[in-house]
């Protein structure tokens, strides 16, 4: 669990209505519901539950302070040795290796590229970015659910990344956590499958507001989906007016030159 996406704060907690409730007493009744009569928690513990929230709110602060203060680290190294570095960030699933090695096979001849791979356990996706020839360094958060500065550092201190390169860091599959910490990075690529529906923006607007571009994977199944392009991208706007989106297809490869033109660029 990371104390700084908040799910450390219950009071951030909001447990929505049902709609269309009825009053149905004879229903009501039926249902068994949990008795909580036997809480630990009274009234006379909020100074101390205030407290507690005073502190954790500390803490995240000294947390991403000095995040950020790596970040900065990375950035000014990023920005001597003329290294282009792109945080790619998206849901679990969405297609970002198949996407990296296309463009990895697709770039490696023309420019030094490297990946950092963030990941909660195993190697699998740095070595299928190493089957591409690429340097590749996998970094494995255990239970943390994002990659932070200190850790790009650290692995850079490894990678040891030519001039005039570029530099493709996979975050861990989270919507989540990884729109809050800085690595120094010239900038977000959100990635979003067309298999995950078009709302998404909506849902995780943190994201999709700290991203400068927005990928849209899979168009190749779009004709088996149920998904609103149009609508997506207008959700995306909505959260981000800035954003730009492209959409391709990683696996036919629909798309993807639009993807290079903007790497280049």
Not at 79 to 96: R, W, Y
Not at 181 to 194: N, P, R, Y
Request: aromatic share 6%.
């Amino acid at each position: 669990m990371c104390t700084t996406c908040g799910c450390g704060h219950p009071e951030q907690v909001r447990i929505g209505e049902l709609p269309h409730a009825h009053d149905d007493s004879a229903a009501q009744s039926a249902v068994k519901l949990p008795d909580f009569s036997h809480s630990s928690f009274r009234p006379s513990d909020e100074p101390q539950q205030e407290e507690s929230r005073r502190r954790l709110l500390k803490v995240e602060q000294d947390i991403l302070g000095e995040n950020n203060r790596l970040a900065e680290i990375n950035r000014r190294f990023f920005a001597q040795q003329h290294i282009l570095a792109l945080n790619l960030v998206s849901s679990p699933g969405s297609g970002k290796t198949t996407l990296l090695t296309a463009t990895l096979n697709a770039l490696k001849h023309q420019r030094p590229c490297y990946v950092i791979e963030g990941d909660q356990q195993t190697e699998n996706d740095a070595d299928r970015i190493r089957a591409t020839g690429v340097p590749a360094i996998q970094v494995n958060t255990g239970k943390g659910c994002h990659l932070d500065a200190q850790m790009i550092g650290n692995a850079l201190a490894k990678l040891r990344p030519q001039a005039n390169s570029l530099l493709f860091i996979e975050n861990v599959g989270n919507l989540v956590c990884p729109s809050e910490f800085d690595l120094g990075e010239h900038a977000k690529v959100v990635i979003l499958s067309v298999t995950e529906g078009e709302d998404k923006p909506l849902k995780y607007p943190h994201m999709f507001a700290a991203a400068e571009l927005m990928i849209l994977n899979k168009t190749d199944l779009l004709p088996y989906l149920n998904f609103d392009v149009q609508k997506c991208i207008a959700y995306a706007k909505r959260v981000n007016p800035a954003i730009q989106v492209i959409a391709l297809s990683a696996q036919s490869g629909e798309g993807l030159l639009q993807w290079l033109d903007w790497l280049q660029k």
